[in-house]
């Protein structure tokens, strides 16, 4: 304890209230003094003028005439001021005309004074020296010069320091009295304060009150802040203790339940693991049987004893772990599954790991089993799955090879895919043909609304109809297409699918063929028509032949 605090609070309000007491007045007087010395400097320089001035109008005609012998009678038939020790008259020209000294002041006399500014006043070493221009019909006649030593003054200033130190010196002892009856009122109250805590503290009774007075708005805030605190202590220790009473019972509930529960419960601590509470169901699931206080641990248990770290981290981490499928070891070192969940709770005043757990040995073994079963299925499925993509490549390969070109167009009217005779066909790549509307491939732009009116008649399918496409290179092909209708579960129709083949030459040829036809029924008419006139020929010339006959 440092020297400050020991001292009690009514010394401390005293010492505090005569120093600073102390200081005020100090500083008073010293203000006082300093005034109270310019006020005197101020009235010796006016008195010393004046006395300048009544000098100066006695001696005016001898520094007028420079008689020396008149200045000196005038000077000496005059009664100076006790406190001027020095008077001495300067002509015009700076010579001095006459020095007069009082007894005692052995000064040396000034030299002579220029009458630029030369009115002026100074003081040092406690004396007032003053110099006059004694002017006559405004232009100068010699200088007065005064030096005063001030005598008055100084017993003023004494005088002075005298009174300040009395006054301080009263006014200490009647603070020191004040300050007695003072501190009473203010310290008593913060005094019987400091009692009352001690003691409180002391005996643990919160239910202590002030009965202390308060003389100040302050020191009663004081007393009636205390006395709130000190009851909101007393009632929070009282809820505390209702608290902790209930928290007991609660702590036997909780062990009554959790004995009694068919779920196995343990409550271990975070550090060690050291089992601090544990039910029936726990030991008979572990195989633990329980002689006398024999302790046991909770991390003799794991089938892996690092998991118990990652357990820890992941509690960390997450706050509490739900279904935490864990293998863990009986004591006949069996191996088997359980479900663990975890919290943190408090047990008994310290942290503790709350965990419960179900033994679910067998939905494993059925889950190994599913397991194995699901390797099984997956290995057939990638099997079917090679078996199916094989497939699909030897059908895409068919496709590919066939003369005829296979396709497939979506409802929307763009074809889907088309198989590598494409090319041959219409001169487009597989790849470029995807996603071209079936109007670019139409020659006159149009939708094939008569295909789409014979799958209507022929209930989705069509065998070998003729059409006309438009080729890449822009000219007309002649295509003979067969065609079904694709529907989903729902009957909803999902596109068109089918083969087309070139038979350009074939409509060539037949065209080649009618056309063929058509001369040779043309040549056959005009051989029947050559018989027929030369029939009609030879029948005229029979006719001819009769005639002459007959005329002969």
């Known amino acids: ?215 100040n708005r302050e020191t009663k805030e004081l007393l009636v802040g205390f006395d709130q605190m000190a009851a909101e202590i007393e009632h929070s220790f009282a809820e505390a203790e209702e608290h902790h009473n209930h928290l007991h019972q609660s702590e036997e509930r909780f062990r009554t339940i959790v004995e009694l529960a068919p779920v196995p419960v343990i409550i271990t601590r975070p550090s060690d693991g050291h089992l601090l509470f544990y039910n029936q169901a726990a030991l008979n699931l572990f195989g633990v049987v329980v002689e006398g206080n024999d302790p046991f641990n909770a991390s003799d248990f794991y089938q892996h004893p690092e998991q118990r770290q990652r357990l820890m981290q992941t509690l960390e981490t997450e706050g509490e772990i739900h279904g935490y499928e864990l293998e863990v070891v009986g004591v006949n070192g069996k191996p088997f599954w359980i479900s663990l969940s975890m919290n943190v709770m408090r047990f008994e005043g310290e942290p503790a790991l709350f965990s419960a757990f179900v033994d679910i040995t067998e939905q494993k073994n059925v889950e190994q089993v599913l397991e194995k079963n699901n390797q099984l299925l997956e290995q057939r499925v990638v099997k079917r799955t090679a078996a199916l993509q094989e497939a699909r490549d030897e059908l895409q390969s068919t496709l590919d090879n066939m003369i005829d070109t296979y396709y497939r167009v979506r409802a929307d009217g763009s074809v889907e895919r088309a198989s590598a005779s494409v090319f041959s066909l219409l001169g487009y790549q597989p790849s470029e043909i995807a996603g071209i509307s079936l109007q670019a491939l139409s020659v006159d732009g149009q939708p094939f609304s008569q295909l789409a009116d014979a799958l209507r008649q022929h209930d989705g399918a069509v065998i070998n109809e003729k059409i006309q496409l438009k080729h890449k290179a822009g000219h007309a092909i002649w295509a003979s297409i067969s065609a079904r209708v694709m529907k989903d579960e729902q009957g909803k129709v999902t596109g068109v699918e089918g083969v087309l083949r070139d038979i350009s030459q074939l409509v060539q040829a037949d065209l080649q063929k009618q056309e063929m036809e058509n001369k040779m029924t043309h040549v056959q008419r005009l051989e029947s028509l050559g018989i027929l006139a030369g029939g009609i020929a030879h029948d005229f010339k029979q006719f001819g032949y009769i005639r002459e006959i007959a005329c002969r």
């Open 1 to 215: 304890m440092n020297r400050e605090s020991s001292i009690s609070i009514k010394n401390q309000l005293q010492l505090y209230f005569v120093l600073a007491l102390g200081f005020i007045v100090l500083l008073m007087g010293g203000v006082w003094i300093s005034y109270d010395q310019v006020l005197h400097e101020r009235e010796a320089e006016r008195v010393l003028t004046v006395e300048s001035e009544i000098i100066g109008a006695a001696v005016k005609p001898a520094l007028m005439f420079n008689d020396r012998q008149l200045a000196g009678e005038m000077l000496q038939s005059m009664q100076f001021d006790k406190d001027i020790s020095v008077v001495t008259l300067f002509t015009a020209d700076g010579k001095t005309l006459y020095n007069y000294r009082a007894k005692g002041d052995h000064a040396d006399s000034t030299g002579p004074v220029t009458f630029q500014n030369s009115n002026s006043s100074a003081y040092g070493g406690g004396k007032l020296s003053l110099y006059r221009v004694v002017m006559h019909k405004g232009r100068p006649v010699g200088v007065i010069y005064l030096k005063s030593v001030l005598n008055h003054m100084q017993e003023n200033r004494f005088a002075g320091i005298m009174t300040v130190v009395l006054t301080m010196l009263g006014c200490l002892v009647v603070g020191l009295v004040l300050a007695s009856r003072l501190q009473h009122k203010i310290a008593e109250p913060i005094s019987g304060l400091a009692k009352l805590m001690r003691q409180m503290s002391i005996d643990g009774d919160y239910s202590l009150r002030t009965t202390s007075p308060a003389f």
